[in-house]
């Protein structure tokens, strides 16, 4: 160890004469040599403190217990291993132990909290960077930031290290302060896979405050969001965001509506209702005003065709009052109307008029905003764009399920402040 330190010491007093002894020198000269020469430093002196610490006295003891079968593990032999840090690629010798039972056991190595061959600030980086980048492109930053790895071994451990974990268990319950609101919003986008675009579902939570009238803008602090998402079944989805929301502390310590009060926001979509009735019940349920005027489009290019703008416009204007007044009987009598007129679009029309009658109660929105209650769903429609599709949406991109799964549970950490705590979290379980 002496030697490595002397070593550097001469290398760091010969950098110093050369770079001082030229005038012309460049700030950029020195920068480059020096973090050249740092980064060479680094990795040595790192290789050497801990190749000194690794064959310590107490790392190389007779035995050791067995942690398969509380058996005595004997001491085997000693073998080098590379381990990737942020120093470098480091290959330290270590000792190993043997068990009758067959296990191998290395006590310096359970004492590293490492990640396979990673430490964790360098599992941390790469998982950070691939929540971000396309695989391809984080290898490449990786690389930049002076962690080598191959853009495959990336995508691997970015699967391989989200197996059997919930963003659920990495946020911390918040409660809900006097006059303030939960919001439960769930949604669906699509992304590409090899057999096709499949539907991956959305979920967040947030709270805030009423309206102080029925013109002010609501909005939901981004702080106080947290997010799930995953391409999976309706069943996988109402557990994680039930879990999420428990987390949260919807409905803690055996709260019920009366003591709280909880707002679903979605589309018609049915999946979304029943989740809101099995897991929120007696919750406010509002379909998104949008989504429900984006219907009364609809109507109108059946009855009028596409191009006629000005008749769909007119129709839909008019509309649009009963609607937002939760005058739903008065929507589904004009649209039956225009049925009357088109025959031929029957089916189609009454489909829309099942869609106006099935949501009328979740259609009263001028009631809802003269309470102050959102009756926009943005803040789901916001998450899709963020927590999917700027990710997993890029070009050529086609995923499997797995690994889908596996970069939404990343980048819900993400998004949901919660890294930290996971990591802190890693590191109590590899020191018990």
Not at 6 to 23: N, S
Not at 112 to 127: D, F, P
Not at 345 to 373: C, I, P, S, W
Request: with cysteine.
């Amino acid at each position: 160890m002496p030697s490595i330190v002397a070593k550097i010491t001469e290398e760091v007093q010969k950098i110093f004469e050369d770079l001082t002894g030229d005038a012309s020198v460049l700030i950029s000269d020195v920068e480059e040599q020096v973090s050249a020469a740092i980064a060479s430093w680094g990795q040595r002196l790192s290789e050497g403190i801990l190749s000194e610490i690794a064959n310590a006295p107490d790392m190389a003891r007779k035995s050791v217990v067995c942690r398969e079968c509380q058996g005595r593990s004997r001491r085997y032999r000693q073998r080098s291993r590379s381990f990737t840090t942020v120093c470098g690629v480091l290959r330290l010798p270590r000792w190993e132990y043997k068990c009758q039972c067959g296990a191998i056991y290395v006590p310096w190595e359970a004492r590293q909290h490492l990640k396979g061959r990673y430490t964790q600030a360098v599992a941390a980086a790469m998982m950070r960077v691939a929540a971000k980048l396309n695989y391809r492109a984080a290898a490449a930053e990786l690389k930049h930031q002076g962690i080598e790895i191959s853009h495959t071994t990336l995508h691997q451990k970015v699967q391989a290290w989200s197996v059997g974990e919930s963003v659920s268990d990495y946020v911390g319950k918040a409660s809900l302060d006097v006059g303030a609101r939960w919001y439960v919003s769930c949604d669906g986008c699509y992304t590409n896979s090899r057999v096709g675009w499949q539907e991956v579902k959305v979920g967040s939570i947030g709270k805030d405050y009423p309206h102080q009238n029925a013109t002010s803008v609501m909005k939901i602090r981004p702080p106080r969001l947290r997010y799930v998402a995953s391409r999976g079944s309706v069943a996988d989805f109402r557990h994680q965001l039930a879990a999420l929301a428990t987390q949260t502390g919807i409905y803690q310590d055996e709260k019920t509506i009366a003591d709280e009060e909880v707002v679903v926001i979605g589309d018609g979509a049915v999946w979304i209702w029943n989740l809101a009735d099995e897991h929120f019940p007696g919750a406010t349920e509002i379909v998104d005003y949008m989504h429900a005027k984006t219907h009364l489009y609809d109507v109108a290019k059946q009855a009028f065709g596409e191009d006629d703008r000005d008749a769909i416009e007119t129709w839909v204007d008019i509309t649009e009052t009963p609607l937002y007044n939760g005058e739903t009987s008065k929507v589904v009598a004009r649209i039956r109307a225009l049925e009357t007129q088109n025959p031929d679009m029957a089916d189609v029309l009454k489909r829309e008029v099942g869609y106006f009658q099935k949501h009328a109660h979740r259609m009263q929105y001028r009631t809802f905003n003269e309470k102050g209650y959102q009756i926009g769903s943005g803040v789901i429609e916001s998450a899709c764009k963020h927590v999917v599709a700027e990710r997993c949406k890029l070009a050529g991109m086609r995923w499997s399920k797995p690994g889908i799964n596996a970069i939404l549970f990343w980048r819900c950490l993400l998004k949901n402040d919660s890294w930290d705590t996971y990591w802190d979290t890693q590191d109590r379980q590899n020191a018990a």
